[in-house]
């Protein structure tokens, strides 16, 4: 009873506060203006929805928080976290801080589930005994900035980013289920800590969707894209400090989950190294644009990247479900999502080919 109050808290105060908060954006100058030519939207829209989907997902996780020692539970790293990235995301929001502070937000953000406990500490390759330091810290970095950009990467077409996370902790919550039901947890308080947040998510997800499927009629901006990057791998390091040997296993199949972000940011880092430009330079190669620039429609494409997180979560699910060890799982998965990446690589330079020559009048639509 008290989850099920965790997430329709999340969910009605996500419904509650948007319109509230939606009508204070241009006092607040919080306001998304169509000023590049990658924008979908041709009027402002109000870039608000961060704020609503931090206070509906903070005070739906605080339910359970409150009862618990605030000292001892890998909860409230999570959360204190979760609050500096948003704040960050909301700051640059209103006054653009630069990538360079964004970053320094995002590592600060991540020291208090260092802190906390919350970090890999059984790793693939290295055996059921706990990682050392020096490896599982600096790993736990890497995949936690990632995973925040890769949804603030994502957030380009409406309800997408938010979509796929929903779609992600769908499958997270799943992976949590079958975690309790097995007995892969050696502390049933982590089972309910996983699922508290993975609910107040889903909840703060689902009450700002609405608003922000096509036609949008509000943004999440940084504050709500930074938050939701961080939420999903902060969710995946939760399932690490009590299932010892499983934990490997359980850590591959959520990162399967949530494929469709990694995918997107791996592409754009090699992408622009590949052209020269920096990992932070924008551009209009994100696999929504190539979708886009393909002829589909904005409600198509979404639907079929949602599509696509559908497939990914059946699979990591479906490999937890069946018990698989990892490295059963990454010898099926790693050569068809290596594949996968190749495709996209190859398209995306193609078109972007056949677009310039187009442009020069060396090819016709027939060509194309």
Known sequence: MELVLTFSTSLLLA??????????????????????????????????????????????????????????????SVLVGGIIIA???????????????????????????????????VIPFWGVEPAPVWISMPLTFFFMLGAINAVNLADGLDGLAAGLCGIANCGFLLVAALVAQQGFSQDPVMDIVRICVILATL????????YNFNPASIFMGDAGSLLLGYLCMATVLLFTPDTGAYAPKLVTALL????????????????????GKSITAPDNGHIHHLLRRS????????????????????????MVYLDLQWRYMLAVFFPLYSFMMVVIFHYSQNLTLREQLKAEGQLDDRAL
Request: net charge positive; glycine share 12%; with cysteine.
């Open 295 to 318: 002829g589909f429609g904005v409600k198509q494409t979404v639907v079929l990247l949602y599509a696509g997180a559908v497939v990914f979560a059946v699979i990591g699910v479906g």
């Open 15 to 76: 419904i509650g506060l948007i319109p509230l908060c939606a009508r204070r954006a241009l006092q607040w100058q919080l306001v998304d203006h169509p000023s590049e030519a990658r924008k979908v939207h041709r009027q402002p829209i109000p870039r608000i929805g961060g704020i609503c989907i931090v206070a509906s997902g903070l005070v739906g996780s605080a339910y359970w928080l409150l009862p618990l020692d605030f000292a001892d539970y890998e909860l409230a």
């Open 203 to 210: 909840g703060a997800v689902a009450g700002f969707l609405p």
């Open 87 to 121: 704040g960050f995301g909301l700051l640059d929001d209103r006054f653009d801080l630069g990538y360079r502070v964004k970053f320094l937000g995002q590592i600060l953000a991540t020291l208090p589930l260092l802190a906390g406990g919350v970090y890999f500490q």
């Open 256 to 275: 399967i989950i949530y494929a469709i972000p990694i995918t997107d940011t791996l592409l754009a880092i090699i992408r622009r190294k590949a052209q």
